[in-house]
């Protein structure tokens, strides 16, 4: 008996920006973004491509492909730390766009883990409410957090939506377990301001504005180590060994971070699904996109046992494993 998955969508912007577009902003090269990245390419939205509005997309494809309508989904909880507004919460948006009129809707912010977060969510509600349908959906906009001027950063990050849709099956499909966590004593290796407190007694001394600001090193060393930790503790708590994983889905930061990553753990190259290269850190949508990707190309099988595993800010971490 599991959480199944019966659908999966993505929907990325028009528009593509390059490391030879960048280099006319800040400065850098295309062969130094590739070398330390492994990105080239990223998606940055335009007009009608606003956080919600592409997650609406991802979930359509979704829908689509599950053979279901809005009508059928009874809650939407959606993965983004990049909503157009604070209030109200993007899944709200989300539920307006496709006029899902009977489910009722929440965000997740655990920045680029979310949607392994929201999955979570989405699992155990349904293991409750075993009638039900979920639309789960990591969409970011994180274009319109990127400080432009900041080489450090503006290479790394890219827009997107990925959606799947979740219903509780009496098989041994499904979601296997999940194991999650955060720390939040490190929150100043990664993070991004709100805009200025209306509040002056709650005015943060020094805010730069609704960027994204990292100490990229650090970040790099944490997220090898607790996605090393996370996929290595789940496998023990699961009596499941590593040879088992038939398809890796990896949170697409940076190509260096999933190359330690794959050869920390001792997984097969060829078992890990890797598009970073086009999309670049789509943070909280960049697992779901992959798992779309790696669905249409044909790399899941009915039966596979999927692994998938997130790091972000927070610091957030965690490993899922799904058996497709
Ligand atoms: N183009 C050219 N040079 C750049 C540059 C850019 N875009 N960004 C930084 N540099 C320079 C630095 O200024 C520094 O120059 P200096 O030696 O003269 O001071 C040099 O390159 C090395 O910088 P450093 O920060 O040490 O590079 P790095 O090898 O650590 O790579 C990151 C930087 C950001 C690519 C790397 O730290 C990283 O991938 N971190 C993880 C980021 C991440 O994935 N975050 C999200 C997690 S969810």
């Known amino acids: 008996m599991g959480v199944v998955i019966l659908g999966t969508g993505s929907c990325l912007p028009e ?3 390059s490391n030879h577009d960048l280099e006319k902003r800040v400065e850098t090269s295309d062969e130094w973004i590739v070398s330390r990245t492994g990105i080239s390419t990223r998606r940055i939205s335009g007009k009608g491509e606003e956080t919600y509005k592409i997650a609406a997309s991802a979930a359509r494809n979704a829908l689509d492909v599950a053979e279901l309508t809005a009508d059928d989904i009874d809650l ?4 983004t730390m990049s909503s157009h507004m604070l209030m ?3 899944a709200c948006f989300v539920q ?9 809707a929440y965000d997740v912010n655990a920045a680029c ?4 977060f929201a999955l979570d969510c989405g699992d155990k509600y349904l293991r409750v409410e075993n009638n039900k349908k979920v639309l789960v959906i990591g969409t970011e906009t994180l274009s319109s957090r990127t400080n432009w001027q900041d080489r450090n950063t503006c290479i790394l990050f890219g827009d997107g939506a990925g959606a799947v849709v979740l219903e509780y099956q009496d098989n041994n499909r499904g979601v296997v377990a999940s194991n999650l966590f955060s720390d939040g004593r490190l929150w100043n290796l990664l993070y991004m301001h709100t805009a200025p407190s209306c509040n002056p007694a709650l005015a943060e001394e020094d805010n ?4 994204i600001l990292m100490e990229g ?5 944490y997220a090898v180590k607790a996605m090393e930790g996370a996929v290595r503790d789940l496998l023990t708590s699961e009596q499941i060994e590593l040879e088992a994983i038939d398809v890796m889905i990896p949170h697409q930061a940076n190509i260096r971070i999933l190359n330690k990553l794959v050869s920390r753990l001792g997984i097969e190259q060829e078992k890990v699904f890797i598009n970073v290269h086009k999309y670049g850190n789509t943070s909280a949508a960049s697992v779901p996109i992959a798992l779309d990707e790696a669905k249409r190309e044909g790399w899941l099988k009915r039966g596979d046992l999927l692994l998938v595993c997130s790091f972000g800010g927070g610091f957030t971490w965690g490993a899922s494993l799904i058996r497709w």
């Open 15 to 17: 528009k593509i920006i």
């Open 76 to 79: 939407i909880i959606v993965a």
């Open 88 to 90: 109200p919460s993007c």
């Open 96 to 104: 307006k766009e496709l006029g899902a009129d009977k489910a009722f």
């Open 113 to 116: 883990s979310g949607f392994l």
């Open 208 to 211: 730069p504005g609704a960027h």
């Open 217 to 221: 090193k650090e970040v790099f060393k």
